[in-house]
């Protein structure tokens, strides 16, 4: 391989370093002292702040604003990463930065450091013209993680603190083939459980005596498995139920267990909120039964679907990337849950970033003209977001 000539400089300078940092969850690494201090040498107001819950690790965070008066835009992101896996299989090492061959290598690169340092990049130059309005970072280090100690609680300190956003951009690889073709304006929610059915443990030879839960766990999951949740909604695709564990722990050929257990995700769209969900699966769960005893475990941590309706924000990001790309970008609500959910409530929230297609691989690799092209677009929205500033 050939590396690049010469030092980079720009969104892909602020890469390398967010790179070298190895802040695999919920370890900081770096990362966000590295922010804090560009920003600090920006002019940004920045706070670093770690948050803490009983049974979970402690996270950094940072909030960084600039400016005054509306509108007032946040950039999310998280500088956390997932683990690298095994070193010897990476042509460069994780966490080395290299660039080689038009690409930059490293856990993070495009999950989402590339993001962070694309709108650094593109923010420092936007307020380099000392535009009006506000912009702020939220930049959390559990996304990754149980998202907890993360963007939720630090979107609940900012609003505290008297903070009101007008529109949220979270940096997310959004891009599906080439950058600007996909912008997210929403996700599904996600809500996972745990279903137990306790009968009686016996020898398989007098199963009078005994009482198998394992033929009524099965058919209550065939039950909630083949049901048909809806046809999808207007801005979502259907929402869809599978089964991802059964558990019995029984080494014996002879023996009846006393217990068997599944666990199961939901992932839904706008025809349904949790509570719903979760009246539905305890009406389709005891028509199956047949008379068995079982429990419906919720698991914490379930999120919420969220909906940014094309209007000003969408338009105005829609806008910036055509003018870059000569296309106008699908809208979509596809993928997993994202950091964008905490803002459902707060204001409206797209994601639009790189191209997604080594995030969490071996290799996680970014090209460097994916990066000029997604720091110009950002430099475009953030021009028209504050034009009337």
Request: overall charge negative; aromatic content about 8%; proline content about 6%.
């Amino acid at each position: 391989m050939n590396p690049a000539r010469g030092a980079p400089n720009g969104a892909a300078a602020y890469l390398q370093a967010l790179v070298r940092c190895p802040s695999v969850t919920p370890a900081e690494g770096g990362a966000l002292a590295f922010l804090e201090g560009v920003l600090k040498g920006a002019g940004f107001n920045v706070t670093r702040m770690t948050f803490n819950a009983p049974g979970t690790p402690d996270v950094e965070n940072l909030f960084a604003t600039i400016g005054r008066g509306p509108p007032h835009l946040a950039f999310a992101g998280h500088t956390d990463v997932v683990p690298p896996g095994d070193e010897k299989r990476w042509s460069h090492g994780p966490f080395s930065g290299d660039i080689a061959d038009g690409f930059l290598y490293g856990r993070g690169a495009v999950d989402m450091k590339g993001g962070i340092a694309a709108f650094l990049a593109a923010a420092l130059a936007h307020r380099a013209g000392k535009g009006g309005g506000t912009l702020s970072f939220l930049i959390t280090g559990d996304e990754e993680g149980p998202s907890i100690n993360g963007t939720a609680r630090l979107l609940d300190w900012a609003l505290h603190q008297g903070h009101r956003f007008d529109a949220a951009l979270v940096g997310e690889p959004t891009s599906q083939r080439a950058v600007g073709d996909t912008i997210k304006i929403g996700r599904r929610g996600s809500l996972s459980g745990t279903i137990r059915v306790t009968g009686k443990q016996g020898h398989v030879a007098y199963p009078q005596l005994a009482d198998n839960p394992v033929p009524k766990l099965v058919a209550m999951l065939d039950r909630i498995a083949r049901a048909d949740l809806d046809k999808g909604t207007d801005h979502f695709q259907p929402s869809n139920l599978e089964i991802v564990s059964v558990d019995v722990g029984n080494p014996a050929f002879n023996v009846i267990p006393a217990e068997a257990r599944a666990r199961f995700n939901i992932r839904f769209n706008d025809a349904w909120t949790r509570p719903k969900l979760e009246e539905w699966l305890l009406a389709e769960l005891g028509a199956a039964a047949r008379g068995a005893r079982f429990e419906l475990q919720i698991e914490p941590g379930a999120s919420d679907w969220f909906l940014t309706r094309p209007g000003p924000l969408v338009d105005t990001l829609s806008a910036a990337v055509e003018a870059e790309t000569r296309s106008r970008p699908e809208l979509s609500t596809g993928g997993g849950t994202s950091d964008a959910r905490f803002f459902k409530d707060v204001c409206p929230v797209v994601e639009f970033g790189l191209v997604g297609d080594t995030m969490h691989q071996v290799d996680e690799r970014v090209r460097l003209a994916d990066l000029d092209r997604l720091t110009v677009i950002y430099r475009g929205f953030l021009n028209r977001f504050f034009a009337d500033a």
